[in-house]
């Protein structure tokens, strides 16, 4: 469906196959319980040369401060919330047509031409597909490139995490049916009760936010074998 790679012969003309690696990952709740466990196949873009293989990087990591201003403005103007996770984030725009990336096949599904030499993969997508944000009026800012400002729904991005704002929810759940209907696979998890591991406490008699980290500050503890 997203169509990532296309597996090819490794001819004489492809000069640099990355390797490849299985990375394993138990991600929590923020009160430190399991909420899933994940496998992700990795290209090892360490290997790649600055200069020769790639010119610059870009990853979507939205400022603190902009997710404490949001949860400010949440307070004061009593919008709703809505947490959303993007499955294969990096996976939803296509890579350039000049540009050419191969990597190893991944452990467990190798496959070999007919004189025995291993296939590799030919890399079609790689980056992220922010722009799909834009397409449904969510404006970048010019001051916070991850932060994405719309006429009725505001919205974050952390790498695949996402923050949902709007003064109604169904605002949001159809601006989730629209990213959904451009094949972009978005979890929708609720009111946002925990970002990156920090907890969100509402208080509805107050309409205060607290933050904690109770899971985050109880398994070091742990690792450390303090006592409480």
Not at 184 to 210: P, S, Y
Request: glycine share 8%; aromatic share 10%; net charge negative.
């Amino acid at each position: 469906k997203i169509n990532a790679w296309t597996v090819v012969p490794c001819t004489d003309d492809i000069t640099n196959v990355l390797p490849s690696t299985w990375a394993f990952k138990v991600k929590r709740y923020p009160d430190g319980t399991v909420k899933k466990f994940k496998g992700r196949f990795c290209a090892r873009g360490d290997k790649q040369i600055q200069g020769v293989d790639f010119f610059e990087t870009y990853s979507p990591v939205v400022q603190w401060t902009t997710i404490c201003l949001m949860l400010v403005l949440e307070c004061i103007l009593g919008l709703c919330s809505k947490q959303g996770d993007i499955t294969c984030a990096f996976l939803h725009a296509s890579l350039g047509k000049d540009e050419a990336v191969y990597i190893e096949m991944p452990q467990g599904f190798k496959q070999y031409d007919k004189n025995g030499k291993p296939k590799v993969l030919k890399l079609n997508r790689m980056l992220y597909g922010l722009e799909k944000l834009e397409r449904y009026g969510l404006q970048q800012s010019q001051l916070d490139p991850c932060l994405f400002i719309g006429s009725r729904v505001i919205c974050i991005v952390y790498v695949d995490d996402l923050l949902f704002w709007s003064p109604k929810e169904e605002y949001i759940n159809e601006l989730g049916e629209c990213l959904r209907a451009e094949e972009v696979e978005l979890e929708e998890e609720g009111n946002a009760a925990g970002f990156l591991g920090v907890q969100l406490h509402r208080d509805k008699a107050t309409g205060h936010i607290h933050m904690t980290q109770e899971g985050l500050i109880k398994r070091i503890i742990e690792a450390l074998e303090l006592d409480m």
